[in-house]
């Protein structure tokens, strides 16, 4: 049976496909009679419909009803409805053309205003077609220019509940989103349709690396908690795309109905899927895994934790503050490298500007990794780094070759800025980087290598010098590795900068990315001039 919700690991539509064979046989008229070009493109808004391009072929698989027609895809493969007008005629001789073959104007059949509207491009029917790679570009760049003009969703009304905040990073340096069910206003104060597309805006900046989902669940009740068929309908919105690169979601103060509902869910959840969700009862335990001051956590569930906390006794006491960076100890030995201060390696190393956690992880890279796709955005053996790090701590000389995996020095080099007593970037520069929001390119930049010069301690500031130049570096790789400066400043923004005193907020985070971006964009002027 097809599962009603499309799981991480398949889509229904691909489930139910007949796999014909996309060149139509002189020796097989039946099937080629099914064979049809699409004559405009046509852009799906439900699951029972498909997507298409301008000149795919695609297999008709039974008669039309109320102007749509079941068609298989077969560039793709994929199944669904398709309207009547956007096909051409079974019986014209046009319609086994090749894609792109340029075609009589007269012999096109004049599109609906609706399905102008509705296709990937609102094709000028007077113009001529072009070959099929130059007409894919020009619709490729028409789209591009369609989504650039078109306005940006006005999310304010959900925003200013704070359902949704990004909460740093957890403790394999994957960014942390999180989702308090407390923040939830009364049903009918809401739009949930809108607050879906919200949770999707937010998570479209994030999904593209790996990345923790933690769910606040204490708090919903039954003024405010969105139906079963909202929930299934939001987990149809939240595709492979969305799964694939989350790694952990933790669902924090769990209760009978969130119980019963993922019960629900469970038939249409696939294992593997289903391996990525875990329960957490006690924020110690979320400490464990989360660095919880980093974290914007409602009052009141910290208030119901410190509660349930009381009524383990004497299994556990009221919750205890958690430490989100590495603080330092008495009794560390000279050879200590993760969770000390910049300075303290510099005096236990006899000089050594740039600590061997960062040297040995970017020489690696830089000779083996650059063009890695994806690197920095993957994690690592988690028992792998945490005994590379206790070697290093130890003295030991690592040797990154011997893992063979590339990803290993990445999340080792991650791992040493986050895990510092204080941020790369200090605690001082902070407030002061939140205020460069409002300037222009060129003011930003000058006002960024002002804060360097003057504020930064000359051992954090080689330090960053050094990382910044290999980010350029990485960079200068994007087409192969992926990742242009962006998508490192993501990565490595909340690594190189957080508060001593605040929670991160999504416009933090995004300042900070901002930041980020600079060093690496504009690296030459802010070191080197």
């Known amino acids: 049976m097809t599962s009603l919700v499309p799981s991480e690991e398949a889509d229904p539509h691909k489930m139910e496909t007949t796999l014909l064979a996309p060149e139509v046989s002189s020796e097989n008229d039946e099937v080629a009679q099914n064979l049809v070009r699409v004559f405009i493109s046509f852009v799906a808004q ?38 009547v007008e956007c096909l051409e005629k079974a019986d014209s001789p046009r319609s086994h053309r090749r894609r792109g073959q340029v075609v009589d104007k007269a012999e096109r059949p004049s599109p609906s205003p609706e399905l102008k509207r509705r296709s990937l491009v609102q094709t000028d029917i007077g113009n001529e077609e072009t070959d099929g790679p130059s007409q894919k570009q020009s619709t490729a760049s028409a789209t591009a220019a369609a989504a650039a003009v078109e306005a940006k969703p006005d999310f304010s009304a959900i925003e200013k509940h704070r359902i949704v905040s990004v909460g740093g990073t957890d403790r394999e340096g994957r960014p942390v989103i999180v989702s308090s069910a407390c923040r939830l206003p009364p049903s009918h104060n809401i739009d949930h349709s809108q607050l879906l597309e919200y ?6 900046r994030y999904v593209e690396s790996d990345y ?12 405010n908690k ?59 335990q979320l400490s464990d895994t989360i660095y919880l001051d980093q974290l914007d956590i409602p009052d009141p569930i910290r208030e119901h934790d410190v509660e349930l906390c009381a009524k383990d006794k004497p299994k556990a006491s009221a919750q205890s503050k958690s430490t989100f960076h590495a603080r330092l100890s008495e009794g560390l030995p000279a050879t200590q490298q993760f ?22 992880s970017v020489e690696y890279i830089r000779a083996n990794a650059l063009d890695v796709q994806g690197i920095f955005r993957r994690a690592a053996s988690t028992a792998t780094v945490k005994q590379i790090k206790q070697r290093m701590n130890e003295g030991e000389s690592i040797k990154f070759e011997s893992f063979f995996d ?16 204080e941020p790369l970037l200090t ?33 954090n500031y080689n330090i960053l010098k050094y990382i910044i130049q290999f980010l350029v570096e990485v960079a200068s790789h994007s087409d192969e590795n992926k990742m242009d400066e962006p998508n490192l400043a993501i990565v490595f923004g909340p690594n190189l900068l957080w508060s001593s005193s605040e929670a991160a907020s999504l416009t933090a985070m995004g300042h900070i990315n901002t930041f980020t971006k600079i060093l690496i964009s504009w690296y030459s002027d802010l070191f080197e001039s």
């Open 406 to 421: 590339p990803h290993i020095p990445c999340v080792i080099l991650k791992t040493f800025l986050r895990e510092l007593p």
């Open 427 to 459: 605690y001082a520069l902070y407030e002061p980087i939140m205020l460069l929001r409002d300037l222009s390119s060129d003011e930003y930049v000058a006002a960024a290598k002002k804060l360097l010069d003057e504020l930064l301690p000359p051992q």
């Open 46 to 83: 439900s699951e029972e419909e498909l997507n298409v391009t301008q000149g795919d072929l695609v297999a008709v698989n039974g008669d039309p009803q109320d102007g749509f027609i079941s068609c298989t895809n077969m560039e793709t493969s994929e199944r669904g409805l398709l309207p």
């Open 226 to 284: 969105p139906g079963v068929r909202w929930l299934i309908s939001a987990y149809r919105e939240f595709d492979r795309k969305y799964k694939k690169n989350l790694k952990k979601l933790y669902i924090v103060h769990p209760s009978t109905f969130i119980k019963v509902v993922m019960g629900i869910f469970r038939p249409f959840i696939s294992v593997k899927f289903g391996r990525k969700v875990s329960y957490v009862n006690r924020l110690s």
């Open 212 to 223: 923790t989902l933690v769910y606040f669940h204490f708090g919903l009740n039954s003024s």
């Open 339 to 360: 969770g000390v201060s910049v300075s303290w390696l510099k005096e236990e190393s006899g000089g050594d500007d740039i600590p061997k956690p960062v040297q040995l």
């Open 199 to 204: 949770l999707k805006s937010t998570l479209d």
